[in-house]
């Protein structure tokens, strides 16, 4: 089983940065994708950014130019920085993933609160 833990949220102010940390228990090559998913209040999951073990990246139009989301394979570590944060960037971030053999694994979250 993978263990995934999240680091590095916190409060910040809109404009400010944060980077979030998420390490794995064992190898991420035998990942076929990791991501990060963010839910606020009231609103369902949503994926923030992913990347696969091939090196493409997507990301959700409203953190688009302003995310960016990375692993180091060395690390068992994915990451996503986070630039010119805004309130509705609040929320509860996820840590996500894939394995090649099929199996998902999620974090316990970390919470990002974007407020004056």
């Known amino acids: 089983q993978v263990q995934l833990v999240e680091s590095g949220g916190g409060l910040v102010q809109p404009g400010g940065s944060l980077r979030l940390t998420c390490s794995a228990s064992?190898?991420?090559?035998?990942?076929?994708?990791m991501a990060w998913y963010r839910q606020a209040p009231g609103k369902q999951r949503e994926l923030v950014a992913s990347?696969?073990?091939?090196?493409?990246?997507d990301y959700a139009e409203s953190v688009k130019g302003r995310f960016t989301i990375s692993r180091d394979d060395t690390k068992n570590t994915v990451y996503l920085q986070m630039n010119s944060l805004k309130p509705e960037d609040t929320a509860l971030y996820y840590c996500?993933?894939?394995?090649?053999?099929?199996?998902?694994?999620w974090g316990q979250g970390a919470q990002v609160t974007v407020s004056s």
């Open positions: 990347v696969t073990m091939s090196g493409g990246t």
């Open positions: 064992r190898v991420i090559y035998t990942f076929e994708t």
């Open positions: 996500y993933v894939k394995e090649w053999i099929g199996r998902n694994f």
